[in-house]
């Protein structure tokens, strides 16, 4: 089972940057996509950004325009870029792999998986 950790939270104040990084246990040949998600305090988790194996990321319209989500697939390693933070984004924020369910175009259920890293705090003061 994949292991994800997350790092790279802090404390900013409003209108700066920070970025998150999420480190995989090991790399995985299932068709899979990685999420962030972040909740705040009395809040249900949300959406964040999500990049697939063969497609565009997608954001929040939250974020968009504001953070970036990138990979070094060598590294097995997604990342966050995160600016100009306001007091609104202070929240705890979660790295997500989703297996598909499919490795090179066959479905297996090894690659049905969904896997949550412990998740790193982020706190924008204003």
């Known amino acids: 089972q994949v292991q994800l950790a997350e790092s790279g939270g802090g404390s900013v104040q409003a209108g700066g940057s920070l970025r998150l990084s999420c480190i995989a246990s090991?790399?995985?040949?299932?068709?899979?996509?990685m999420l962030w998600y972040r909740q705040a305090p009395g809040k249900e988790r949300e959406f964040v950004s999500q990049?697939?194996?063969?497609?565009?990321?997608r954001y929040s319209d939250s974020v968009k325009g504001r953070f970036t989500m990138s990979q070094d697939s060598v590294k097995n390693t997604v990342f966050l870029e995160m600016s100009n933070l306001t007091p609104e984004d202070t929240a705890v924020y979660y790295c997500n792999m989703w297996g598909m369910g499919v490795q090179d175009g066959y479905a297996t259920a090894d690659c049905d998986f969904n896997v949550w890293g412990q998740g790193t705090q982020v706190t924008v003061s204003s």
């Open positions: 090991r790399a995985t040949r299932c068709k899979h996509e």
């Open positions: 990049m697939r194996n063969d497609g565009p990321i």
